[in-house]
């Protein structure tokens, strides 16, 4: 059964820095295109940036952009999202979500991705 799992979650400062991971089981990322999205309480579920499978094209929300880097190591079947600047409105839970792709294309929507991981919460504090 194909499964994401995010790790590196946690409690930081404003202006900090985190770095969160993403890992398949039961299939590995090579043709897959794979998303980072978030949901805040009492919020809906937005999408924070994408990375294709070839190319490693990139798409970032504009509230992100400058401040948060994904990318992608087939070789450790690793996504990564790095968050750097981190603001209190940046508190939520993160999730991966993956979805098979062999073309490059760049995927913006939730609703584009059939694999989800359970997410990771972060909090930054003022």
């Known amino acids: 059964e194909e499964q994401l799992v995010e790790s590196g979650g946690g409690l930081v400062q404003a202006g900090g820095s985190l770095t969160l991971s993403c890992k398949p089981s039961?299939?590995?990322?090579?043709?897959?295109?794979v998303g980072w999205f978030r949901q805040a309480p009492g919020k809906g579920r937005e999408t924070v940036a994408t990375i294709t499978d070839l190319y490693s094209n990139t798409y970032y929300a504009d509230f992100v952009k400058g401040r948060f880097t994904i990318s992608r190591d087939n070789a450790k079947n690793t996504v990564y999202l790095q968050m750097n600047s981190l603001k209190p409105e940046d508190t939520a839970v993160y999730y991966c979500?993956?979805?098979?792709?062999?073309?490059?294309?760049?995927?913006?929507?939730?609703?584009?991705?059939?694999?989800w991981g359970q997410g990771t919460q972060v909090t930054v504090s003022s």
């Open positions: 979500a993956a979805r098979i792709s062999f073309s490059g294309v760049v995927y913006r929507e939730a609703d584009d991705y059939d694999y």
């Open positions: 039961g299939f590995t990322f090579d043709d897959y295109a």
